[in-house]
T-cell receptor, first 115, second 112 residues
Framework: GAGVSQSPSNKVTEKGKDVELRCDPI?????LYWYRQSLGQGLEFLIY????????KSGLPSDRFSAERTGGSVSTLTIQRTQQEDSAVYLC?????????????FGQGTRLTVV | SQQGEEDPQALSIQEGENATMNCSYK?????LQWYRQNSGRGLVHLIL?????REKHSGRLRVTLDTSKKSSSLLITASRAADTASYFC????????????FGKGTHLIIQP
């Protein structure tokens, strides 16, 4: 009965390295979202999954960003060749049905720092 | 894409006063939701209002929706220091597959 779980909670990486962020949604939730939030800013939409498919990838900032979701459950967000501007909190959320129709439950985020 | 925009960006009031935040959006929606965020981490859902509803209450929260003006307001009555947080509106896009999009938020400070 746990909520949305994200790991790691904090990640410091060197510029140019690849990182993988993980999100475990609430069991049974079909919709899963990834957002990015820079310090003091709003949430920037990255990608949305309905089941295993991603109807909307338009928010991914560059081709260095990719995400997948397998088995309609766990999702990973991968950032290749990280840059300093990638530093932010990456938030994952899930909801029972498709976008916007029910409340979204958020994880505590992964704070990524690229040095 | 940014769908909602909150106003004001920051609001500071005395404890016990009412706080009102506004949200404007651009395209037709099915629902509008309000969320709260403490300390820059996970968001907590406060209330969802559907496009055919005009007003909704939950405890000290009152949300209104005016689809003709594409705007919503969140009223927090009898504010408490613990209400200090950032508040975001979020919308889906009717007929779209954009997921849930958020505004930039209103940072509310309740002075004790």
């Amino acid at each position: 009965g746990a909520g949305v779980s994200q790991s790691p909670s904090n990640k410091v990486t060197e510029k140019g390295k690849d990182v993988e962020l993980r999100c475990d949604p609430i069991s049974g939730h079909t919709a899963l979202y990834w957002y990015r939030q820079s310090l003091g800013q709003g949430l920037e939409f990255l990608i949305y999954f309905q089941g295993n498919s991603a109807p909307d990838k338009s928010g991914l900032p560059s081709d260095r960003f990719s995400a997948e979701r397998t088995g309609g459950s766990v999702s990973t967000l991968t950032i290749q060749r990280t840059q300093q501007e990638d530093s932010a909190v990456y938030l994952c959320a899930s909801s029972l049905t498709s976008a916007g129709r029910t409340e979204a439950f958020f994880g505590q985020g992964t704070r990524l720092t690229v040095v | 894409s940014q769908q909602g925009e909150e106003d004001p960006q920051a609001l500071s009031i005395q404890e016990g006063e009412n706080a009102t935040m506004n949200c404007s959006y651009k395209t037709s929606i099915n629902n509008l939701q309000w969320y709260r965020q403490n300390s820059g981490r996970g968001l907590v859902h406060l209330i969802l209002i559907r496009s055919n509803e005009r007003e909704k209450h939950s405890g000290r929260l009152r949300v209104t929706l005016d689809t003709s003006k594409k705007s919503s307001s969140l009223l927090i009555t009898a504010s408490r220091a613990a209400d200090t947080a950032s508040y975001f509106c979020a919308t889906d896009v009717a007929g779209g597959a954009d997921g849930l999009t958020f505004g930039k938020g209103t940072h509310l400070i309740i002075q004790p």
